[in-house]
């Protein structure tokens, strides 16, 4: 099957007054149709960073470079008018942080319409509006708050609406980064459930962030954690989540309870010390001033995703099958 989606060494600095800071480095997955994969890892790792380079919304000056095929075209060489076309129908994002992004003086309804009139994916605004309502449905909000203004709506509705918004033009593959960070443990659920459906229903690929581990297994197929820039860890979402292989994934598998597990996996010595800064990594791996298993060898080269267990990879040398 042709991937939905091929990231090939994907590469991302930033140029700041103080020097470069690499916050992508070398990535590369791959998506089919319909599946789901969950980044994780701490925060500054390079998760938002890498969700806005696959669409090409970083802004300019920075470096970006590398492959990200969205079916057989690069995003990163398409042409301005193409990309256009690409962002909402091809590809949609949920942004981070995005719950007071809605405009507070337009009704929900004409700002879900208006990326639907823009990209002409219905005929007429009447047929744009009854895609919005059917949307706002889709993601659980009735018609009758259609009308209604985003300080009407609770957080987790208006997370609702964002996706909703997403969903506007039919994309293939939603990215939502970090959708439920902001909300309270019951409306994470019900966003959750409303991606979960959407999901199942509709056959929508997704990239799913966040820095909760237990979350990620419960909406994605597979999972890919992050630690300075790059993949260290990846696999089937159970296995990863139950049997990670690399120690900086079995500290963050620790810090994460699982919803509804009464042993809590809470571990008050989990991960020590501070995530590094991408400006100044340690030579090696980049985790060994952090690692409880790191040996002398690991300060010699950072090791490559490699095989460590069925179906799972690691970038670690003491996660070899
Ligand atoms: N505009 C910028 N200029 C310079 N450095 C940046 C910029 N934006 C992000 N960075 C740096 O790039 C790295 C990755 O940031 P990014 O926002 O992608 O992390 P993240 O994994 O999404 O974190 P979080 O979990 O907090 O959302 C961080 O070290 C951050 O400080
Ligand atoms: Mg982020």
Request: proline share 9%.
């Amino acid at each position: 099957m042709t991937a939905l989606l091929s990231v090939r060494d994907l590469t991302v600095t930033y140029r700041t007054s103080q020097g470069e800071v690499p916050a992508v480095r070398g990535v590369s997955f791959e998506l089919e149709p319909g599946g789901s994969l969950g980044l994780a890892g701490e925060s500054g790792c390079g998760k938002s960073t890498m969700a806005n380079a696959i669409l090409r919304l970083l802004p300019a000056g920075i470096t970006t470079t590398g492959e990200v095929l969205l079916g057989e075209e690069d995003v990163l060489t398409m042409k301005p008018g193409r990309l256009r076309a690409v962002r909402w129908t091809g590809a949609a994002i949920v942004f981070q942080g995005a719950l007071h992004a809605l405009n507070p003086v337009q009704r929900v309804i004409d700002q879900i319409t208006e990326p639907i009139i823009l990209h002409k994916t219905e005929p007429d605004k009447k047929a744009a509006e009854k895609r919005a309502v059917d949307l706002l449905g889709q993601v659980g909000i009735p018609a009758n708050r259609a009308e209604d203004y985003p300080h009407q709506l609770s957080g987790g509705q208006r997370q609702r609406v964002l996706i909703a918004m997403a969903l506007a033009c039919d994309p293939d593959l939603l990215i939502a980064d970090e959708p439920t960070t902001a909300l309270d443990l019951m409306v994470q659920a019900q966003v959750l459930a409303v991606l979960e459906k959407l999901r199942a229903e509709r056959q929508l690929s997704m990239i799913f962030i966040t820095h909760d581990l237990s979350v990620l297994t419960y909406v994605c197929d597979r999972l890919a954690v992050m630690y300075a820039g790059r993949i260290v860890e990846r696999g089937p979402s159970d296995q990863v989540f139950e049997r990670p292989t690399h120690p900086y994934t079995r500290a963050l598998a620790a810090a994460f309870p699982t919803i509804g597990d009464r042993e809590s996996r809470m571990n008050p010595s989990g991960l020590k010390g501070d995530p590094p800064d991408p400006a100044a990594l340690p030579a090696g791996c980049p985790f060994h001033p952090r690692c409880p298993d790191a040996i002398d060898r690991c300060r010699d080269a950072e090791p490559p995703l490699l095989p460590s267990g069925p179906a799972q990879e690691a970038a670690c040398i003491l996660a070899r099958p």
